[in-house]
């Protein structure tokens, strides 16, 4: 049985920084594209970033660019999004996900909520002004 687990959420001021952490369980994902997506109240998800199997390959949304950064620690089984300069608009629900039966007959579209078929329940982070 898949699982992944946010950490890390909390509730920091603008400007602050969060980690935040999930960890995978049930299976090795050492060759899984995962990603960040976000809930904010009233609101789809939406796309954060995006991480390639081996760490390789990565894409933010527009909004975070140059103040999050996605990583991962294969060995550990473990996926991090380093979010730096926070603004109030950063609050959300953090979701981890994980592209475990990818299709390679089908074109990867990275930021595309359907391409992941295993999602944690998030954790949360509110920035307040």
């Known amino acids: 049985q898949v699982q992944l687990v946010e950490s890390g959420g909390g509730l920091v001021q603008a400007g602050d920084s969060l980690r935040l952490t999930c960890a995978a369980s049930?299976?090795?994902?050492?060759?899984?594209?995962m990603a960040w997506f976000r809930q904010a109240p009233g609101k789809g998800r939406e796309f954060v970033a995006y991480?390639?199997?081996?760490?390789?390959?990565?894409e933010y949304a527009d909004s975070v660019k140059g103040r999050f950064t996605i990583s991962r620690d294969n060995a550990k089984n473990t996926m991090y999004l380093q979010m730096k300069r926070l603004k109030p608009e950063d609050t959300a629900l953090y979701y981890c996900?994980?592209?475990?039966?990818?299709?390679?007959?089908?074109?990867?579209?990275?930021?595309?909520?359907?391409?992941?078929?295993?999602w944690g329940q998030g954790t949360q982070v509110t920035v307040s002004s």
């Open positions: 996900a994980a592209d475990i039966n990818s299709d390679d007959s089908r074109v990867f579209l990275p930021r595309w909520i359907g391409q992941y078929d295993s």
């Open positions: 049930g299976r090795t994902f050492s060759s899984e594209a």
């Open positions: 991480i390639s199997w081996n760490g390789g390959n990565t």
